[in-house]
């Protein structure tokens, strides 16, 4: 999802040791490029979004968490995995006025 669309923001704060989540729609998505190729490395969050009514849902979308998140393996070996916490903070402005389009 986030390859696909370039105005979403992640948190990239520092992770800890909450792991990821994700919903039945994202099950087996790689967090960063979204393919269900090779899942090699288990995705960790910050504490601030593994907190409260936020711990165990998804890391993309944020519906309740089924399965653990992983990053695969083409984004392990580009380090992608350390950049960050990867949630999805902000959908951006696109998704936004998608949303205001359909419902006119």
Avoid at 44 to 66: A, F, H, L
Wanted: a positive charge; glycine letters at 8%; one cysteine or more.
């Amino acid at each position: 999802m986030a390859k696909h669309h370039p105005d979403l923001i992640f948190c990239l704060k520092q992770a800890r040791v909450a792991i990821g989540r994700l919903c039945e729609r994202c099950d087996g998505k790689c967090v960063i490029c979204d393919s269900y190729v090779c899942p090699c490395t288990l995705v960790r969050m910050c504490d601030e979004c593994n907190y409260g009514s936020y711990q165990g849902r998804c890391v993309i979308r944020g519906g309740p968490g089924v399965s653990d998140a992983y990053f695969c393996k083409e984004c392990t070996i580009q380090e992608k995995d350390r950049d960050g916490c990867p949630k999805i903070v902000s959908f951006g402005s696109s998704k936004t006025d998608l949303f205001y389009e359909r419902k006119k």
